[in-house]
């Protein structure tokens, strides 16, 4: 998630950084005003005037490199290319997948992909059958990413729990998120790597992110921007924890998940004892992105912001007591 003073919506800028693509200008404020920030702001509008959805994609170079960027398009690119149903990058007017433009309002890594078809999971009229795809959607992905060539163009888990160190030290978190720091990180340099069990992952393979296409019964996936290098695990943990979006039955959807994936890769004993350790890394991650987002407000901020701020200090505060058990 990008810091608070990114979060604020600015359609001219969206406008600006569209002048390098092909687009339609009907309906574009309509369009753009269904935005949406994160780890990067998203700015839908039409391709064309056959109303081709595309997705804008705005984060400051301060944020996020443009070799970070890069990198998750190439990879992206592989696994469209081998079938995968991933969206699809969408070129500037000269080619160019991403680029960095400087702005008025500062420079900024911009990239494009074009909408796929289907409803998220988590509005969906979820049941084991679909937890069951989107298990085997996971697994084919996971195979894929053990036959890719260039994951070293993407950070590692070492590298990002450097980061979640610096962001520790460096806005005075507790001991106890130290603590906590210190036995994962022991645990996790201890364990064997190995391309079974260690790869390129998606990293928020949630049921906002996995999409379900009911005429054609395929599931497609979206928002590569956090991909790492870790166990491939730790992706099975998220999607597992995010189950009671997907069906109301958790442990039938968590089953079935598993089944799925087995259905097309392992999923050994020693991974099922990893998830602990993994969701463990998740919350170290979280809460020191909390802290990251939360260093910088702006002084003179609207009323949903303080909202936001609300939530993400109510959740640094459970994550904090979650450490500290």
């Not at 970070?68 to 690119?77: D, L, M």
């Not at 790869?199 to 379900?212: A, C, M, T, W």
């Not at 993994?278 to 609207?302: C, F, G, K, N």
């Amino acid at each position: 998630m990008l810091k608070l003073k990114h979060l604020y919506e600015n359609y001219d800028l969206a406008k600006e950084c569209l002048a390098r693509y092909k687009h339609s200008t009907n309906h574009l404020d309509d369009m753009l005003a269904h935005y949406r920030v994160s780890s990067n702001a998203v700015y839908p509008f039409f391709a064309d005037d056959e109303h081709r959805v595309c997705f804008l994609r705005l984060a400051p170079t301060e944020e996020k490199s443009l070799a970070e960027v890069k990198a998750t398009i190439r990879f992206i690119s592989y696994l469209i290319d081998n079938g995968y149903n991933a969206m699809k990058p969408y070129p500037m007017k000269d080619g160019k997948l991403c680029d960095v433009l400087k702005t008025e309002w500062g420079s900024y890594v911009v990239s494009c992909y074009r909408l796929i078809c289907g409803d998220a999971l988590e509005d969906c009229d979820g049941d084991a059958d679909l937890a069951y795809g989107y298990g085997r959607a996971l697994g084919e992905l996971h195979n894929l990413s053990e036959q890719y060539s260039h994951s070293d163009e993407i950070i590692g888990i070492d590298e990002m729990m450097k980061q979640v160190y610096d962001r520790l030290k460096r806005y005075g978190a507790p001991q106890c998120a130290f603590d906590c720091f210190d036995k994962v990180t022991a645990t996790l340099n201890a364990m064997p790597r190995n391309k079974a069990n260690y790869g390129l992952i998606h990293y928020d393979f949630e049921p906002d992110n996995v999409l379900y296409d009911d005429e054609s019964d395929k599931y497609g996936v979206i928002d590569f921007d956090d991909s790492i290098r870790c166990f491939y695990a730790l992706d099975v943990v998220r999607a597992l924890d995010a189950m009671d979006d997907v069906t109301s039955n958790v442990q039938v959807g968590r089953d079935a998940f598993i089944d799925g994936y087995r259905s097309v890769r392992t999923f050994t004993s020693e991974q099922a004892d990893s998830l602990p350790l993994m969701r463990s890394v998740v919350l170290l991650q979280e809460y020191a992105t909390i802290l990251h987002v939360l260093s910088d407000p702006p002084d003179d901020r609207p009323d949903w912001m303080d909202e936001i701020i609300a939530k993400l200090t109510d959740r640094q505060k459970i994550i904090i007591d979650t450490m500290a058990e």
